[in-house]
């Protein structure tokens, strides 16, 4: 193979532009040639195409954001769309295709491979780590730490004035941001979208931390369940005690990725390109008990994700 093309899709993720470094400059080791693709699958269907060397990767690891920028595109499911980007990748001579970004991104992968025989690689960036064929995504730690920062933040003017305060973070329908964030924040509570919250079991869970000396409590809330605006407001409805919320939002996407998501970005992209040297697609990369794996992009992208059951346990018990 002699020339790859890369992009990236869907939302944006912390180590983005660590993983595209990492295949620039592997592809670059191994003689290939490598175009970037502008504003994901959109940018593919409208040709917005840039040659890429080792010196356009330069002092990119350490941001956030994506270089290649990046855009959801509905058309890309579309036959007309999917032809476009076929057309696109056969006058820039490109034999295959890296693909940063989360499950619908990988879908969009699978249809170039299975129906025109495009050997794609998948490498999961999401920060919502809703992926469940791999262990962690690019930008999830990243993101969790963002929010035990703001968390952090919180924790200290709600002690000063005794109140709750109710956290909103990301994750659609997954409540690993959530989870993780709680866990690590020493929140009391969390709410997420794989296990129905009982508002009477919230209120007996605040009250026995305040029998217990606690001046201030901390609530973390998947978006994927309510806002914090509308938990807040139900909350106070029920208890005396002063409650307020906040909405961390894009802050999330944001920011300088942490070390395991950059040595992640440059494990993923060297696996990815590695693959597609040997002639192999339609797969995607990823991490399972430590070691970096790929497999079938179709069985990944038909895996349920699993919530961890054993994490909320300890939550529930160590936070009293």
């Known amino acids: 193979m002699k020339r790859i093309g890369l992009l990236t899709s869907g939302g944006d993720a912390p180590g983005m532009n660590a993983a595209i470094r990492a295949v ?32 356009s990767v330069s002092n990119i690891v350490h941001r956030g954001g994506t270089m290649l920028r990046t855009a959801r595109c509905l058309e890309m499911f579309e036959r007309e769309g999917q032809e476009k980007a076929v057309k696109t990748l056969a006058e820039h001579g490109i034999e295959g295709l890296v693909v940063i970004g989360g499950d619908g991104s990988f879908r969009g992968a699978k249809c170039l491979t299975e129906t025109y025989g495009i050997p794609t690689i998948g490498i999961p960036g999401t920060i919502d780590n809703d992926l469940a064929y791999t262990d962690y995504t690019l930008g999830f730690d990243t993101a969790v730490n963002t929010c035990i920062e703001i968390i952090n933040k919180l924790r200290d003017t709600m002690e000063s004035h005794e109140r709750i305060s109710v956290v909103e973070v990301m994750g659609r ?50 978006e994927g369940v309510t806002s914090a605006d509308a938990f807040a407001e139900k909350l106070q409805s029920v208890t005396e005690h002063s409650v307020r919320s906040t909405n961390i939002g894009h802050v999330q996407r944001g920011g300088s990725p942490s070390m395991a998501d950059r040595m992640l970005a440059a494990q993923f992209g060297n696996k990815a390109v590695r693959l597609l040297k040997d002639g192999i697609g339609n797969r ?8 970096i794996i790929d497999m079938d ?10 919530f961890n059951y054993e994490l909320y346990e300890t939550l529930q018990m160590i936070s009293m």
């Open 173 to 222: 329908h997954c409540g690993d941001i959530a989870l993780y964030a709680g866990i690590t924040s020493g929140a009391e509570i969390i709410i997420v979208p794989e296990i129905p919250y009982d508002m009477d079991d919230v209120i007996m869970r605040i009250n026995r931390s305040r029998e217990n000396g606690k001046h201030s409590n901390i609530i973390v809330v998947a």
């Open 284 to 291: 995607v990369v990823g991490i399972r008990k430590n070691e």
């Open 297 to 306: 992009i179709i069985e990944a992208v038909s895996m349920k994700k699993r």
């Open 24 to 55: 620039v400059r592997t592809a670059i080791y191994f003689g290939m040639e490598v175009v970037g693709i502008e504003r994901g699958y959109k940018g593919l269907i409208d040709d917005l195409t840039v040659p890429m060397s080792m010196r």
